[in-house]
């Protein structure tokens, strides 16, 4: 309890030490944004809850450390995992997500919850169970005397982050099949009448959503570290942001990872290291809970 | 009750209370195909009776493990001087300190489990569909994570129970027909809970719960009743978990969300949803399956058992009674009758 | 004759939209009271405030003298204010005796009566209900497949084994095979006549209304338009210009 005190009482005395917490909060949270966007979008489109989201960003993080690992530039994984990771999509796609598309929600749960356990133990079979990362050569900036250390990475990363949503973004906008995809998204039915082919909408989604996920790993990979088994937090903190902001609502998804991506190191910092997968989840039970008295005051449920 | 139901029954029974002794080598597996059968009959109160699919179900076993051994510790000495790795104490249990903890443990770790499915049912029973499964998950890894952080009952080191006093292999036996038992009991219990209007109430709130709020049910009460009473059970089985395995500790053991915390969804499936038999007869050929592959597959179990999950799931959904009830309705009662125009 | 539902300026809005704005109306005891008006037109939502489906922005719907615009949907029902749905809802695993028995009035039930099984009188009742309903050969059907006539019939006997003071019926005939529909007015009029139940239905079927109802309100862009009996709305103006006038 003093631990914790003192620790409250430290960001008060030394506000630099706020500024450091925060930037990192962002840093990590535009991460956490691109998975959570990649879930808001198979979730609005074909109404399937991904709960291996996050195993698709651990697998793209390892794809990108071991063809650094074998030679390949570091940065360049992040297109090539990219890449990679849409062919894997795809396949799991045309496996398994077509088939429970139609089916209640609690299958396509159960069934991602399936794949999530398979991808983390082939992960971990082919990888081992050690944390694992790329160490970049930059050197890192630091800024009010020291107190607050920017490393480039990391910097790269984030700008690598908003270059892929900016992609992402401007393609769901102009493209012929991002129109298709936001029609699908409206009104499945609809779609079909005038002619989309939404078969294709689908597997094309999902296939971005698993390309984004992946891409999203490479970059994590090289800011900070991975291990077979973090994916399900991934996966919850990309439950989190779409539960608090919604679907369809990418400012909101924004905020609310770049939230969450702060909430946890201040939960770390001020519980100690060992709570920083507790916070993330707690931070979703209160984020139903939040959602749940909302609805409750219209005597609704949330569903 | 007819006759060959009766007989039926009587076998079952029979082999029940001879198994340990036929397969003397088995019986720790005996004891976990037991142990499987009540987690997915009660994961099925929920999930397939009441229509609400829980992923989180481990929390009470994992809640029922703690309890227990803060119980069984606790009525002779301070668990946190137990748990103190630095303490050098030694500690020591006499018989009768063993037995009466496992007795309280175990009773303790039921209620405990009880009351707070109550709380935590009437915080997440607004709660629908896919939010209810990802919520009460959320519930079991948050509480691995928190108890593995608190060292007063031993943080992420876990925490070592009292070994069985006596002879090893009464040991063994004591704990199967410990488990049998409960589950022998949860069996006649759901057999009769599923018979009464309480039955028909959780039926229908799984099938239209609109509906039955329309019609004037007290669907709340009718939930957290039914949680509670799965939270019972999975509480007091998570505690005779933990004076079987002795040593157990909260990630990997006792909120084991990824593995019992799961395998209950899937042996329930196999068998067949909302049916009383086919929790049964799934957990029988899932734990078949896994401890007769388990050590052919080399490292890969885990990798086939994702696959199990994910071919069950997509594949054969309705589980064996569901396809018998589509083969064979009737079966299950599902007929056309004339009018009994004599009679009336 | 006492009005059983008063409800008075009730408005409710679904985020800026006005779907009921300022309605008063009463239904009388005993009665059979009509709610007709063009689609959109705020019936179902009317209907939605009665029950406690959502709460209303303001007004107040008093069932038996009593206030009920503040409780929830289980609570009312509980006081025998019943409604059904238009679109029809059923519990589709479980076979019509069963839907029938879980029907019986919880209002009486005690917790610990949950935990008991049906008396013969209840079988009895069921049978009875279903025949009434000429559901008896199907009974141990699965509810969800009988066709959507049979399942509205299904909804409307479950209805009745509530012993409901008051029942909402929203198009009680739409979707039902044309033939049947003089046999459910029937049953409709005996629901009222035998076993005392005021019914108060949304109908968009002018012949059925015309004959069923002894008042007739009639809503257009939510708001109350004309009242009177079915002489006096089928020869007013207003009435026709809104029927005719928003197609």
């Known amino acids: 309890m003093e631990q914790i005190l003192g620790n409250i009482s430290l960001l008060f005395e030394f506000p630099v030490v706020n500024i450091k917490i925060i930037l990192d909060g962002i840093m990590i949270g535009a991460l956490f944004a691109l998975a959570a966007y990649g879930l808001a979008l198979v979730w609005g489109v074909m109404n399937v809850k991904n709960l291996a989201q996050g195993d698709f960003v651990i697998a793209g993080g390892y794809l990108a450390w071991w063809l650094a690992n074998q030679g390949m530039p570091a940065l360049l994984g992040v297109p090539v995992a990219f890449i990679i990771m849409w062919g894997i999509g795809w396949v799991v796609y045309k496996l398994v997500i077509s088939r429970v598309i139609e089916r209640d929600l609690f299958t396509s749960l159960l069934a991602t919850f399936g794949l999530a356990i398979m991808i983390a133990q082939i992960l971990n079979l082919l990888f081992g169970s050690d944390t694992q990362s790329i160490q970049l050569q930059y050197d890192t900036l630091y800024f009010l005397g020291g107190f607050v250390d920017i490393p480039i990475a990391k910097l790269i990363g984030v700008l690598l982050a908003a270059v892929l949503a900016a992609g992402v973004i401007i393609f769901m906008k102009t493209s012929r099949m991002g129109q298709a995809i936001r029609a699908t998204a409206q009104d499945a039915r609809a779609a079909r009448v005038l002619g989309i082919n939404t078969e294709k909408v689908y597997a094309f989604t999902f296939s971005l959503n698993s390309a984004i996920c992946g891409a999203a790993g490479a970059i994590i990979v090289m800011v900070w570290v991975i291990q077979p088994f973090y994916g399900i937090t991934y996966s919850i903190r990309a439950f989190v942001i779409v539960t608090a902001a919604g679907l369809g609502n990418l400012p909101g998804v924004i905020a609310a990872g770049l939230g969450i991506g702060t909430a946890e190191l201040y939960g770390a910092h001020i519980f100690g290291i060992g709570y920083q997968q507790a916070v993330a989840v707690v931070l979703l039970l209160m984020v139903l809970l939040y959602r749940l008295i909302q609805q409750r005051r219209v005597r609704q449920s949330l569903q | ?344 | 004759m006492n009005a059983i539902i008063e409800v008075r300026d009730v408005s409710k809005s679904y985020g800026g939209v006005a779907a009921n704005t300022g309605i008063s109306l009463s239904v009388d005891e005993g009665g059979i009271t009509g709610l007709i008006g063009p689609n959109g037109s705020g019936k179902t939502t009317l209907f939605n405030s009665i029950v406690g489906y959502h709460p209303i922005d303001s007004g107040s719907i008093k069932f038996e003298s009593k206030e009920i615009s503040k409780l929830p949907v289980q609570a009312i029902a509980r006081r025998g204010l019943l409604r059904t749905f238009q679109q029809t809802r059923i519990y589709g695993k479980m076979n019509c005796v069963q839907n029938m028995l879980i029907s019986l009035p919880h209002r009486k039930m005690s917790f610990f009566d949950a935990f008991s099984r049906h008396g013969q009188q209840d079988y009895e009742r069921t049978d009875g209900l279903l025949d009434f309903v000429g559901l008896y050969e199907k009974r141990f059907l699965r509810a969800g497949s009988l066709s959507f006539g049979q399942q509205k019939l299904l909804e409307f006997a479950m209805a009745l084994m509530n012993e409901p003071t008051a029942l909402l019926l929203d198009e009680p005939t739409a979707g039902i095979n044309p033939t049947l529909i003089n046999g459910l007015i029937d049953r409709l009029k005996r629901a009222n006549t035998e076993f005392g139940i005021t019914l108060f239905v949304i109908e968009h079927n002018m012949r059925v209304i015309m004959n069923l109802a002894e008042k007739i309100y009639c809503l257009a862009h939510g708001q109350l338009l004309a009242e009177g009996t079915p002489e006096q709305i089928q020869n007013d103006q207003r009435v026709i210009d809104a029927y005719l006038g928003v197609h």
Not at chain 2, 11 to 40: C, H, K, N, S, Y
Not at chain 2, 119 to 133: C, D, E, K, N, S
Not at chain 2, 174 to 183: C, K, P, Q, S
Not at chain 2, 216 to 236: D, E, I, N, P, Q
Request: with cysteine.
């Open chain 2, 1 to 344: 009750m007819n006759k060959r139901n009766l007989i039926l029954y009587i076998a079952i029974l029979t082999a029940t209370v001879i198994a340990p002794f036929l397969f003397p080598d088995f019986r720790t597996q005996l004891a976990t195909l037991w142990l499987m059968i009540i987690v997915a009959l009660t994961w099925d109160m929920t999930g397939g009776q009441m229509g609400y699919n829980s992923l989180g179900n481990i929390f009470f076993y994992g809640t029922g493990m703690y309890v227990a051994a803060v119980i069984a510790i606790g009525l002779v000495y301070d668990v946190g001087a137990y748990t103190d790795a630095a303490g050098g104490q030694i500690f020591i249990f006499t018989e009768a300190q063993y037995f009466s903890g496992l007795f309280l443990g175990v009773i303790g770790a039921g209620l405990f489990c009880s009351v707070t499915a109550v709380v935590i049912g009437y915080l997440t029973f607004g709660l629908r569909g896919p939010y209810f499964a990802i919520g009460t998950l959320g519930v079991a890894i948050a509480a691995g994570e928190l108890v593995s952080n608190w060292d007063w009952v031993g943080g992420g080191q876990g925490i070592a129970l009292p070994v069985y006093p006596g002879d090893f292999d009464i040991g063994k036996l004591l704990f199967y027909y410990l488990f049998a038992g409960v589950g022998v009991v949860l069996f006649i219990f759901l057999k009769w809970l599923y018979s009464t209007r309480f039955g028909e109430a959780i039926n229908a709130i799984r099938d239209d719960e609109e509906k039955a709020e329309a019609m004037g049910l007290h669907t709340l009460r009718y939930k957290l009743t039914t949680w509670a009473m799965a939270a019972f059970f999975v509480g007091m089985v998570g505690a005779i978990s933990a004076f079987q395995l002795i040593h157990f500790e909260p990630l990997e053991t006792a909120y084991q969300t990824i593995n019992l915390g799961i395998f209950m969804v899937v042996c329930v499936l196999l068998g067949g949803k909302g049916t009383l038999w086919g929790p049964v007869v799934g957990a029988i050929l899932f734990h078949v399956f896994k401890e007769v592959t388990w050590n052919y597959l080399l490292g890969w179990q885990w990798v086939a058992l994702g696959a199990l999950i994910v071919v069950t799931v997509v594949y054969f959904q309705d589980g064996i009674m569901g396809w018998l009830m589509h083969r064979r309705p009737e079966w299950f009662g599902i007929r056309v009758e004339e009018k009994d125009t004599a009679g009336a």
